[in-house]
């Protein structure tokens, strides 16, 4: 890791989610499934649908009525296992315009348990996936990916410079420095 897959993707999330009935981040799967559990993730990802719609209330003032009125209908689901959370996902979110970020996916099952199908998710719907394994991708047929590189000698110099002394060059006699942090860093030189 370490190239900026992660905040890649969230920067695409953040200037496209607009275009979107609903959006979800999800981030750092490797971890998050090792500690809580895919049916943790997927009780997150099944519950936008419900998120959404309220929130589209909320902004025309009408969550007391709709609360009200559709109190079966808004409850949020539960469930125990990951056949259900399959069921659920499709169920709540194939008639929405969806995007979708799995960031840090690390074995085919987190894939197959959060974004299986097309058909879990309406049409025009988006699924970004950052994972270090390319191989991942290929089995679960994903129709394009973008490799995210190091940066060049001169980018790599051009943003350390920036974090370092608030403009795109170094100071005077700091040249060397920054140099041999990039070369230590092998072009990350925020690593």
Known sequence: ?????????????????????????????????????????????????????????KTNGLVPIVEEVFRDQLRIVDFDNL???????????????????????????????????QEWFGPGSRVIITTRDKHLLKTHGVHLTCKARALAQNEALQLICLKAFKRDQPKKGYLNLCKEMIECARGLPLA
């Open 1 to 57: 890791g370490g190239v900026g897959k992660t905040t890649i993707a969230r920067k695409v999330y953040e200037a496209i989610k607009g275009d979107f009935d609903v959006s979800c981040f999800l981030e750092n799967i490797r971890e998050v499934s090792k500690t809580n559990g895919l049916v943790h993730i997927q009780k997150e990802l099944s519950n936008l649908g419900v998120s959404c719609f309220l929130e589209k209330c």
């Open 83 to 117: 056949h259900d959370g399959k069921m659920i996902i499709a169920n709540s979110l194939s008639n929405k315009k969806v995007l979708l970020v799995l960031d840090d996916v690390s074995e085919l099952s987190q894939l197959e348990n959060l974004a299986g199908k």
